[in-house]
């Protein structure tokens, strides 16, 4: 690819009226220059390119602008303060993370409702008062410093937890010793994406890790490339790990280290982006006392033509999920004595429905299926005879298993639309199923209902879409629907709690939400029908997911908005810019968005997998036909759009809204608006602080309800695109 480009830096912020804008809204003014990329003879020009620069005084100073634009205007909506007291209202009910059993301890995080972020606690017995483990609340004032993926050593004497700031997928790995409730001086650093996994001496960890960025000072937004494997032994300084495995060839190899329960063996799933498919290795601990001697593996899957999942292993026997030969997945038991794949032994076959996890306790395997994108949890024993179903509350969602191979206890926690995310103890030797913890929420539940109905899209492929809303909802077209997608990366988006959503219902709107191609409900085939060059089924199944709901009388175009986060920012700006006539309002959050570029950041190039990259020719073809960026025309009519990003996102680099929304600005014909908040010290949304949380939905909400509704700045038709009715 040739570029020319002259960067002229020269601006003038403040309110004055861009060329395109009708006088109703000032837009700061954005620079343009000249970039121009060549991608095969193709010339594209990227006026805008200046603002990926997030840290130039430029880029600061017109975010400080856009803000100060889009705080006003969101401060004047009717429905802005009622929404925030009422999400204020539904975020504040106890919060409990799945409890794990580690080190002999039980292990979980609560949240009392309103805390910014939730506490680690800790108790031997169920019965126990509960101690405080470590308070992330503490560690910031302003709740931005968030705590992850803590891990208890096998004698339960120290924990090992990663620690995140203003929402960046960067993280420190810290040791506390849990009777002191001190950290000690171990600090790893340069860590993402990755856990500790003890050895069973309780001497150290196994970790993964980039290299250190040449600017350490403001490492946020460098480019990432050539994961480690490391072991950190207690009381040595980080560069005395040890290397443990490195792919010097492979730029993009990233490493999984998993020490099994009796610590013998350690198991390493080795990927190369975000494609399931992954190889799998193993050594034998007792095979040396120091890690970084003998550091010889054996492969399992050495080829990348599968996934190929650890469950654990008990004894020489190791449990693994996966899709090979089996679109839906499966599960073999491998004998570590004898790998090769002509000595493995398939225990739960394929079936008709997705296997989606599986965990190892009591001496049972715990499965847990997805049926129409909803979840059935079933009991196996180890030579996979199905032996039990677990009874679940309503049709909705197991988000997480906790189980320990040697302990008849399980922990699962079970969510739907109108059902808090509540944990429960199943007794695998009794089958008894109770609360951990009982969830009271401040909402009348059954005053609604949740309907799912099946569609077809554009191709005539038959899609499930979940609906909520207050029973005897009239069918008279007018109700003002949310609707949420992401259809990408084989995730499957199944029934979730979210006050967000509530406060949309009980205001008397529809929340919907498709399974789009791209997800992972129905198996591989389901992914890869939304993938590469097959990418604009996803926005035909989001697209046919609106006509549906006009069809079928919930709602009219007026009042369709569509939302969507990450790859969903990515559906959002897709489908506004493909259907500007279909929505009513359109949010599009964290956005991937200029999609020949994206690999150029930070872990960008791990999504490939699922796009493809405008550096091939066939993946330019595809890609520019839909990129937002791209497909953004002067002189059209957009639904009023707020874009939504953090300045400390390293994962979607907040370049891609700033360069979409500067260019939606200038090429708006009508007096819809076009706003951008920016959230400051958060990232893509992991650790995000509750208040924020409230903040931010509360701005979404009144957004889109008051632009349905009128309450807000209704849409004129501009040229070719007639007014709503």
Request: hydrophobic letters at 35%; proline letters at 6%.
């Amino acid at each position: 690819m040739v570029r020319s480009s002259c960067l002229c830096w020269g601006m003038v912020l403040g309110f004055v009226l861009s060329a395109a804008a009708v006088p109703r809204f000032q837009y700061p003014e954005t620079q343009r220059t000249d970039v121009v990329d060549d991608y095969f003879g193709t010339k594209i020009p990227d006026p805008y390119r200046w603002l990926e620069d997030t840290g130039s005084p430029e880029t600061a100073a017109w975010v400080q602008a856009q803000n100060k634009l889009s705080s006003a205007y969101l401060a004047a909506l009717p429905d802005r303060e009622p929404f925030k007291e009422r999400l204020t209202k539904l975020f504040n009910f106890e919060r409990y993370s799945t409890p794990k059993w580690e080190g002999g301890r039980y292990v979980y995080m609560k949240n009392d409702g309103l805390q910014n972020q939730s506490v680690l606690y800790t108790m031997k017995k169920l019965d126990d008062q509960p101690a405080v483990l470590l308070d992330p609340n503490k560690l910031s004032d302003d709740g931005t410093v968030a705590v992850f993926d803590p891990k208890v050593c096998d004698d339960g004497t120290l924990m090992a937890y990663n620690v995140s700031a203003s929402g960046s997928d960067w993280r420190e790995i810290r040791v506390r010793d849990i009777e002191k409730g001190q950290d000690l001086p171990d600090v790893v650093e340069w860590n993402k994406f990755s856990t500790a996994s003890w050895t069973k001496d309780n001497k150290g960890f196994f970790y993964s890790r980039y290299p250190a960025p040449e600017d350490t000072k403001d490492p946020t937004f460098v480019k990432l490339a050539y994961q480690k494997l490391y072991y950190h032994r207690l009381g040595d300084p980080q560069e005395k790990d040890a290397l443990i495995i490195e792919r010097p060839e492979e730029s993009d190899a990233e490493f999984n280290g998993i020490v099994s329960h009796d610590g013998r063996y350690l198991f390493v799933e080795i990927d190369k982006g975000t494609d399931p498919k992954n190889r799998l290795w193993f050594k034998d601990l007792q095979d040396s006392k120091n890690p970084k001697v003998d550091a010889d593996f054996t492969p399992i899957v050495d080829q990348v033509e599968a996934e190929y999942r650890v469950i654990g292993a008990i004894g020489n026997k190791l449990f693994v999920r996966t899709d090979s030969n089996a679109p839906r997945y499966k599960i073999v038991v491998i004998d570590l004595n004898k790998p090769t794949r002509d000595q493995w032994k398939e225990v739960v076959p394929e079936s008709k429905d997705l296997l989606a996890k599986a965990e190892l306790a009591g001496g049972k395997l715990v499965v847990n299926y997805v049926v129409d994108a909803k979840n059935q949890l079933f009991v196996f024993n180890l030579d996979g005879k199905r032996e039990k179903r677990i009874p679940l509350p309503t049709i909705g969602s197991v988000t997480a298993l906790s189980g320990d191979p040697d302990r008849s206890e399980l922990f699962y926690t079970f969510t739907s639309f109108l059902y808090p995310p509540t944990v429960y103890r199943y007794d695998l030797a009794n089958g008894s199923n109770g609360l951990f913890k009982r969830i009271q929420v401040g909402f009348d539940a059954d005053a609604y209902e949740t309907r799912q109905i099946f569609y077809h899209s554009k191709d005539g492929t038959q899609i499930p879409m979940f609906l909520v809303h207050k029973k005897g909802l009239k069918l008279d077209g007018k109700n003002p629907v949310f609707l949420n997608g992401y259809g990408g990366f084989n995730v499957s988006m199944l029934p979730n709690f979210k006050p967000l959503y509530l406060a949309w219902i009980e205001k008397g709107g529809v929340f919907a939400l498709p399974n789009l191609r791209g997800g992972g409900e129905y198996g591989r085939a389901w992914h890869e029908a939304g993938e590469l060059a097959e990418k604009q089924n996803v926005f035909d199944d989001f697209i046919a997911a609106a006509e549906t709901l006009i069809q079928r009388k919930y709602t009219n175009r007026a009042k369709i908005g569509i939302n969507g986060g990450s790859n969903g920012g990515l559906l959002i700006g897709a489908a506004m810019t493909q259907r500007p006539d279909l929505f009513g309002v359109a949010v599009p959050e964290v956005g991937v968005l200029d999609m020949l570029r994206y690999q150029k950041f930070t872990i960008g190039w791990e999504w490939r997998t699922d796009y493809g990259v405008s550096d091939t020719q066939d993946g330019f073809n595809y890609l520019i036909k839909y990129s937002p960026l791209h497909n953004i025309k002067k002189g059209t009519c957009y639904p009023p759009t707020l874009i939504l990003t953090g300045d400390h996102d390293d994962r979607v680099v907040p370049g891609h809204s700033f360069k979409f929304g500067a260019t939606l600005q200038a090429a708006q014909s009508c007096d819809n608006p076009v706003l951008l908040r920016i959230n400051t010290k958060t990232g893509h949304g992991a650790g995000k602080p509750v208040m924020k949380w409230i903040e931010e939905q509360a701005d979404i909400a009144a957004f889109m309800w008051d632009t349905m509704n009128g309450s807000a700045a209704r849409t004129g038709g501009g040229p070719g695109v007639p007014a709503f009715q």
